[in-house]
């Protein structure tokens, strides 16, 4: 028997469809009011001056209703204006780079291991199968401290390792931005593990000779996304401190937090942990915007410490030894995913095209109604952002991401060549990664980045930003001597 209607799969793709169907829901507004538009212009030409200039006398308006009507207008626009939220904007951030007497190849690593655990072959061996699956490179670094055998984690040697990566990454923010220090109005320092008295705030107002008045905060034990809760406070500092500048410093000191025992759920850290950190200047001021490289336009900030899993998966304390680590539960993938979905219920509705939700809305209607069974419609965030800043917590976490998010290789990219070249970084990797972006000359005016960083806790955090500008392809920076030779094949399993 003849086919009498075609074969609809294979006459029409279904990849300009679903185009089209975005095009027309995301534009539906325009297309209704085209036709409105076009008929009360029609409606106008048709009519004469006559016409036209009786309407005007019909409505017989007096100079009290005309200023009352006006005075209405300025103080619903000025009330308006007066509770609109104040822009911020990402004037510059700079990045710190390790210096070449600071990394640690994978032989330099294992020789280490060796004479540090001589007494216990398998946390060797765990380490190096851990190492060959980690997706990090030869040219990762650690603190000096580090390099000694044994380790000489000092409280003298982890102020230096703060000094060091801190101050080289606020003196490069300097030097980029013409700020003067007397000009930091809010300061805010995150890091994880490492917190002295005085703090890493008051360390860096001694240093800098900050003023008086300055609004300062030191963030501590938050873990890896603590640099969007920084972003975060920031932001709401700016909302309520005028004409202001704040500066966010975003790192992991490493020195009193080398594990030296021999469990193994607590030497991975030691595997994938790197030097770090990250200097980024935000602003309120209107002046900043011609040359601000971003403006932040959503934080979204999920904790899923009630739940006693996500609150001990990522938990220091010390082993049957009494040495002090940081214990990584197995179970930390799911939380993160479970974080992950809450994270993004919550952001999609603030960013994605009227056309995802309505997929994702007739989904969960048809689950809910019809078929229980039915699969669950995943956003497609690609058409929200151009860019993506996944946390380089390690090769699992971004390829988790990459799979939820149905993302591809490029848009994932930076991330795992932050974690090839750097490592873990903790919060400041989401830092490397946008100056990655940056330095292969991909960001241009317009464009939306979405920063996801996971932490202890548990915590799941996004920040979303727009370009203001196009960026041209930085001079300076730590991807400054080897851009050129990224993206790299970074196979499976590296043979130690």
């Known amino acids: 028997m003849p086919q009498i209607l075609p074969d609809f799969s294979a006459s029409v793709k279904l990849k300009y469809v679903k185009l089209g169907y975005q095009y027309l829901v995301n534009h539906i507004l325009t297309f209704l009011l085209i036709p409105v538009m076009a008929g009360i212009l029609i409606e106008v030409l048709r009519m004469g001056p006559e016409e036209i200039v009786g309407i005007v006398k019909s409505l017989r308006l007096d100079t009290v209703q005309i200023l009352c009507s006006s005075f209405l207008i300025v103080f619903v626009s000025t009330v308006y204006f007066m509770s609109k939220p104040r822009s911020i904007y990402l004037v510059d951030y700079a990045c710190y780079k390790p210096p070449v007497t600071c990394r640690v190849p994978f032989a330099t690593f294992m020789e280490h291991s060796r004479l540090i655990l001589k007494n216990s072959p398998k946390s060797v061996d765990f380490q190096m199968r851990i190492l060959e699956r980690s997706g990090l490179g030869e040219e990762t670094s650690l603190p000096p401290a580090i390099h000694y055998i044994p380790p000489t984690p000092t409280m003298a040697s982890a102020r230096g390792e703060a000094e060091i990566v801190i101050f080289s990454a606020l003196d490069s923010l300097f030097q980029k931005t013409n700020l003067k220090p007397k000009d930091i109005d809010i300061l805010i320092v995150?890091?994880?593990?490492?917190?002295?008295?005085?703090?890493?705030?008051?360390?860096?107002?001694?240093?800098?000779?900050?003023?008086?008045?300055?609004?300062?905060?030191?963030?501590?034990?938050?873990?890896?996304?603590?640099?969007?809760?920084?972003?975060?406070?920031?932001?709401?500092?700016?909302?309520?401190?005028?004409?202001?500048?704040?500066?966010?410093?975003?790192?992991?000191?490493?020195?009193?937090?080398?594990?030296?025992?021999?469990?193994?759920?607590?030497?991975?850290?030691?595997?994938?942990?790197?030097?770090?950190?990250?200097?980024?200047?935000?602003?309120?001021?209107?002046?900043?915007?011609?040359?601000?490289?971003?403006k932040l336009v959503h934080v979204v900030r999920t904790h899923k410490g009630s739940d006693d899993k996500a609150y001990k998966c990522v938990f220091e304390e010390e082993d049957d030894q009494g040495k002090v680590g940081i214990r990584l539960s197995k179970d930390l993938m799911v939380i993160?995913?479970?974080?992950?979905?809450?994270?993004?219920?919550?952001?999609?509705?603030?960013?994605?095209?009227?056309?995802?939700?309505?997929l994702f809305l007739f989904t969960l209607i048809g689950r809910k109604i019809f078929n229980p069974k039915w699969k669950p419609y995943i956003p497609d965030f690609k058409q929200a952002f151009e860019h993506f800043c996944i946390h380089?917590?390690?090769?699992?976490?971004?390829?988790?991401?990459?799979?939820?998010?149905?993302?591809?290789?490029?848009?994932?990219?930076?991330?795992?060549?932050?974690?090839?070249?750097?490592?873990?970084?903790s919060s400041s990797s989401l830092w490397y990664e946008l100056n990655y972006i940056e330095a292969k000359g991909r960001m241009k005016k317009g464009d939306r980045v979405w920063q996801i960083a996971f932490g202890s806790g548990f915590k799941c955090n996004s920040a979303v930003w727009k370009c203001n500008r196009t960026i041209r392809t930085p001079s300076d920076g730590p991807w400054q001597d080897c851009i050129d030779k990224y993206p790299v094949h970074i196979p499976e399993i590296v043979k130690l």
């Not at 995150?190 to 705030?201: D, H, I, Q, R, V």
């Not at 509705?349 to 995802?356: D, R």
């Not at 090769?395 to 930076?414: F, G, M, P």
């Open 336 to 358: 993160a995913g479970e974080a992950l979905k809450s994270n993004i219920t919550t952001m999609g509705p603030l960013v994605l095209p009227a056309s995802e939700q309505l």
């Open 392 to 425: 380089a917590g390690g090769r699992a976490v971004i390829d988790e991401l990459q799979k939820n998010l149905q993302l591809s290789a490029e848009h994932v990219e930076a991330s795992r060549m932050t974690l090839h070249r750097f490592g873990n970084t």
């Open 190 to 294: 995150n890091c994880s593990l490492f917190s002295p008295t005085p703090s890493l705030s008051a360390m860096i107002v001694n240093k800098y000779k900050l003023r008086s008045n300055i609004k300062s905060f030191n963030l501590s034990g938050m873990g890896c996304s603590a640099g969007v809760v920084s972003i975060d406070l920031a932001r709401d500092l700016l909302q309520v401190v005028p004409n202001a500048n704040a500066v966010v410093v975003s790192t992991e000191i490493i020195t009193p937090n080398y594990y030296q025992g021999d469990e193994r759920a607590m030497l991975l850290p030691n595997c994938l942990f790197r030097m770090g950190s990250a200097a980024i200047l935000l602003s309120n001021k209107r002046r900043e915007k011609g040359r601000a490289k971003y």
